[in-house]
């Protein structure tokens, strides 16, 4: 396994569309493995293979306290949608920001397993939350996008004067990071 660079944004790559997993192989399940130790390092609770620059649609998942629960989802499909939540985001590819966005509450998801069997399961919660997050990476979609126009600039200012120092910022507390 291998710890992966993870693009930051605004990365072009980060706007390209992931193309669907034809057949769940060595390669993926490494693909997999490998995003599970960048994710579980960096560390967050949900990552895109678009967000480690392989434009392949899966992501992976684990909202456990332990990280025990790493859930994989190739060519996710979300079929049903169910309310509204707010909650604070944060992304990997957008280091030391967050900001609310609006999700639906619950959905049920449709995709494959590591093993390359077919699943539906419904998510409610932060697990809802985190799984809308990720296949918005394989849609080319950052959090950012869902928020005003003023707040993505100064995001973007903030992102590369943070690169140009290199000195990360403070963080929110309470808020999560997919």
Same mark, same amino acid.
């Given at each position: 396994?291998? %710890?992966?660079?993870?693009?930051?944004?605004?990365?072009?790559?980060?706007?390209?569309?992931?193309?669907?997993?034809?057949? %769940?192989?060595?390669?993926?399940?490494?693909?997999?493995?490998?995003?599970?130790?960048?994710?579980?390092?960096?560390?967050?609770?949900?990552?895109?293979?678009?967000?480690?620059?392989?434009?392949?649609?899966?992501?992976?998942?684990?909202?456990?306290?332990?990280?025990?629960?790493?859930?994989?989802?190739?060519?996710?499909?979300?079929?049903?949608?169910?309310?509204?939540?707010?909650?604070?985001?944060?992304?990997?590819?957008?280091?030391? %920001?967050?900001?609310?966005?609006?999700?639906?509450?619950?959905? %049920?998801?449709?995709?494959?397993?590591?093993?390359?069997?077919?699943?539906?399961?419904?998510?409610?919660?932060?697990?809802?939350?985190?799984?809308?997050?990720?296949?918005?990476?394989?849609?080319?979609?950052?959090?950012?996008?869902?928020?005003?126009?003023?707040?993505?600039?100064?995001?973007?200012?903030?992102?590369?004067?943070?690169?140009?120092?290199?000195?990360?910022?403070?963080?929110?507390?309470?808020?999560?990071?997919?």
């Amino acid at each position: 396994m291998a %710890v992966l660079d993870i693009l930051v944004y605004p990365d072009p790559r980060l706007r390209e569309i992931a193309e669907p997993v034809v057949r %769940v192989d060595d390669g993926i399940l490494a693909l997999v493995d490998d995003m599970a130790e960048t994710m579980y390092q960096a560390p967050g609770i949900g990552l895109a293979a678009i967000q480690v620059n392989v434009p392949q649609r899966v992501i992976i998942i684990d909202v456990s306290k332990d990280q025990s629960e790493l859930r994989v989802f190739i060519n996710p499909q979300i079929v049903a949608r169910e309310g509204n939540q707010e909650i604070e985001e944060g992304c990997l590819s957008v280091p030391e %920001v967050f900001a609310p966005v609006q999700r639906s509450e619950s959905i %049920v998801v449709r995709a494959l397993n590591r093993e390359g069997e077919r699943f539906e399961t419904r998510a409610e919660g932060l697990l809802s939350v985190c799984i809308q997050h990720e296949i918005d990476h394989l849609d080319g979609k950052v959090f950012v996008d869902y928020l005003s126009r003023l707040k993505q600039e100064r995001i973007l200012k903030r992102l590369q004067k943070q690169a140009k120092r290199a000195v990360p910022t403070a963080s929110a507390q309470d808020a999560v990071t997919l």
